[in-house]
């Protein structure tokens, strides 16, 4: 039997600051809400649009994973440790927070918005060294299949982080089906809908909802419309 949670995409916190326009799945800053802090250890699902320009300050972050997606136009990244980068669609970027960082993040363009996805996962291991890694993707190897762009490998595919975690993303054409198995006993699954519109075991999910699976060895994944979809595997337990 699946257990299923739904968060549809206009039940989710909402914060229009002018210059960020921010969308949290999770409980964030000034949205909470008890019965959505997390999923296992995912904590943080934040749908990001920055003005051209625009940015966040110099902030610090400790003992977490966090992993950015970008959607649309560019994202200036720098941080304590010396990297200096920008990161733009197709491209993912992680960060171990670990003992301690400072970074800051800015949209460097002057006439275009930037829409990201930042995801925050608690770490399997507390206090360990930061470190920074950035990787540019084939995003047509994600065209109706599957293409992991996370592990907790360093010489597997895709970015890898302190956890027991695998994401993947996908552009399913109209029509197609996929079935994804989880690769970890125990773990659940977070399907977030970035485009289009799709059926998750049955369940018809639009942009911008989300769904969290527990108890599943497989999940069937059949698009409605062109969908874009990104799924997370992760611990539920800490």
Do not use: C
């Amino acid at each position: 039997m699946n257990h299923t949670v739904i968060h549809k995409a206009d039940t989710r916190g909402h914060a229009n600051h002018g210059w960020l326009n921010a969308h949290h799945t999770f409980s964030f800053a000034g949205y909470y809400d008890p019965n959505r802090v997390q999923f296992g250890v995912l904590r943080v699902l934040n749908d990001d649009i920055i003005a051209p320009g625009m940015g966040f300050g110099t902030h610090p972050h400790d003992n977490m994973e966090i992993i950015t997606i970008p959607l649309e136009g560019d994202l200036a990244h720098k941080d304590s440790m010396g990297n200096t980068e920008v990161i733009k669609f197709g491209d993912v970027q992680v960060m171990s927070a670990g003992t301690g960082i400072q970074h800051s993040e800015f949209n460097p363009n002057h006439d275009q918005r930037t829409n990201l996805l930042q995801i925050w996962v608690f770490p399997k291991y507390r206090n360990v060294e930061p470190r920074y890694e950035q990787i540019t993707l084939n995003v047509a190897d994600r065209h109706n299949q599957f293409q992991q762009v996370l592990s907790p490998n360093a010489d597997d595919a895709g970015v890898w982080i302190h956890q027991d975690a695998w994401f993947h993303m996908s552009n399913m054409d109209a029509g197609t089906t996929l079935e994804y198995t989880r690769k970890l006993e125990g773990n659940g699954l977070y399907v977030f809908v970035i485009k289009g519109s799709v059926k998750v075991n049955g369940e018809q999910l639009e942009k911008r909802d989300g769904m969290g699976l527990t108890d599943f060895e497989k999940a069937t994944f059949e698009a409605t419309a062109d969908a874009e979809v990104l799924l997370m595997e992760v611990p539920m337990h800490q």
